[in-house]
């Protein structure tokens, strides 16, 4: 499938690769509509929002599952931070899919073979030029409406010191 394939660095560090990338500016950027990052559990979503924040239209995310033929997908707007957020200011679609693993960051974590090579298969065989780019990067649309007003984070009460954290992680060493 033509495309410009990025492999990152440092994600689970706060997306340094992606940030670094971005900051670069490769020529290449320029010429992008769609960041799809295959980094989701289980076998159902296409990320529409990042962080509380739009990152993908729905008529993408639609899209995506019809040209994919899955339609065991569907939009998602619970997607967490991740190195396809970092592209979301310059690339109109922006979003994670799916690859079918469970108990992510344990010693538990499985991947599910069959799906994966399921998505493999639908996605050699789609028809990109079907997928719908739309989402205007100049606007900005969150999702906290579905997940209840989020904490601001210059409230006194949410505001902790480097020391009250590391007082925290004293006294509950087993919890963190």
């Not at 295959?38 to 993408?60: E, L, N, P, Y």
């Not at 693993?101 to 090579?117: F, G, I, M, V, W």
């Not at 205007?136 to 505001?159: I, R, S």
Request: with cysteine.
């Amino acid at each position: 499938v033509q495309g410009v394939y990025v492999i990152h660095a440092a994600e689970e560090s706060g997306c340094q690769g992606s940030q670094h990338l971005i900051a670069s500016d490769p020529v290449w950027l320029g010429h992008i509509d769609a960041v799809i990052s295959f980094d989701r559990k289980g076998q159902k979503s296409v990320i529409t929002h990042q962080m509380g924040i739009r990152t993908a239209s729905d008529a993408f995310a639609k899209s995506f599952i019809d040209v994919v033929n899955m339609s065991q997908l569907e939009p998602d707007t619970t997607g967490s931070y991740t190195d396809s957020n970092e592209y979301a200011k310059i690339v109109s679609e922006c979003t994670n899919i799916s690859v079918g693993y469970y108990n992510q960051h344990t010693s538990r974590e499985t991947q599910d073979l069959e799906y994966a090579e399921l998505l493999l298969k639908q996605l050699i065989e789609a028809d990109w030029s079907k997928i719908v780019i739309s989402r205007d990067t100049d606007v900005y649309e969150d999702c906290w409406a579905d997940w209840g007003k989020p904490m601001d984070l210059y409230d006194p009460q949410y505001v902790t010191t480097t020391s009250d954290m590391v007082t925290i992680i004293d006294e509950n060493p087993d919890a963190v």
